[in-house]
């Protein structure tokens, strides 16, 4: 189930989200998400671990179809407050989601995988719920600010010493293991949008992204594909021939009984 935020984690998460840091990121998502999902209007989308919601008005912008989930009753609350019946929200944790399979286009995790026990479960139960494609978002334990906000949780941070944080080649990791050898794609918010809000172009391996490996911020993006693998057997029973229906016999013994 992972870490379910009451009204004083809340307080601490918004704290950071109203920080430098953290307009730096949430001006630049938006771009990330668009580039790597490519949603149409009118889509389904899912935000898994949605908080008060500050991504769910992000997809309500796109015109997306929006719904959310966390675990939080508290969180949900807020989200409710914001957004009202703009977005369908649902009370619920991530490794068992209360919904049909492919009842979505997309999902998204966007710094929520960092505070889940069972991580590789929750991707499952994305991919269940989602036809098209899953994002994950989250702060590179590689870059240095993820190196201060691990200290930090070393030190008895009150948000951070809960946080699991990922690089790109553990995220990669998690999905091959959730869906196996599917088409992985990935773009990163670079150290310097931390002052000039820049997003590096998205790329497909370590070559393509210059800075990738120390980027602030992660952004991964998975399209489910959907294999079947059928025996076609030879078939050793000669079929016999088949013989006059029997509703006809029964109309002809019928015919010759009227006669």
């Given at each position: 189930m992972g870490i379910i935020f009451d009204k004083k984690d809340e307080q601490l998460y918004r704290s950071?989200?109203?920080?430098?840091?953290?307009?730096?990121?949430?001006?630049?998502?938006?771009?990330?998400?668009?580039?790597?999902?490519?949603?149409?209007?009118?889509?389904?989308?899912l935000d898994i671990g949605c908080g008060a919601g500050n991504h769910l008005i992000v997809f309500n912008r796109m015109g997306l179809d929006?719904?959310?989930i966390d675990a939080s009753p508290h969180m949900i609350h807020k989200?409710?407050?914001r957004l009202g019946y703009r977005?369908?929200?649902?009370?619920?944790?991530?490794?068992?989601l209360p919904f049909e399979d492919n009842e979505f286009d997309l999902a998204v995790f966007i710094n929520s995988l960092e505070?889940?026990?069972n991580p590789l479960q929750a991707l499952r139960e994305a991919g269940r719920v989602t036809k098209k494609k899953v994002f994950i978002g989250v702060i590179n334990s590689f870059s240095w600010s993820g190196l201060l906000r691990r200290v930090q949780g070393y030190l008895g941070d009150p948000l951070f010493s809960r946080v699991r944080f990922y690089n790109l080649w553990q995220v990669k990791s998690l999905l091959q293991m959730a869906y196996g050898p599917v088409s992985v794609s990935w773009g990163c918010i670079n150290t310097s949008s931390l002052w000039g809000e820049r997003v590096s172009s998205p790329g497909k391996g370590f070559r393509d992204g210059k800075y990738?490996?120390?980027?602030?911020?992660?952004?991964?993006?998975?399209?489910?594909e959907y294999?079947?693998?059928t025996d076609n057997l030879r078939q050793k029973i000669k079929l016999k021939k088949a013989g006059q229906p029997l509703m006809g016999a029964k109309t002809l013994e019928n015919l010759k009984r009227d006669r």
């Open positions: 950071w989200y109203r920080s430098s840091e953290g307009r730096a990121i949430e001006g630049s998502i938006e771009q990330l998400i668009r580039t790597l999902l490519r949603p149409r209007p009118g889509e389904r989308v929006v719904s959310g989200a409710e407050e977005c369908s929200l649902r009370t619920g944790i991530a490794e068992s505070f889940m026990d990738a490996l120390f980027s602030f911020f992660l952004g991964i993006s998975v399209t489910l294999r079947m693998k």
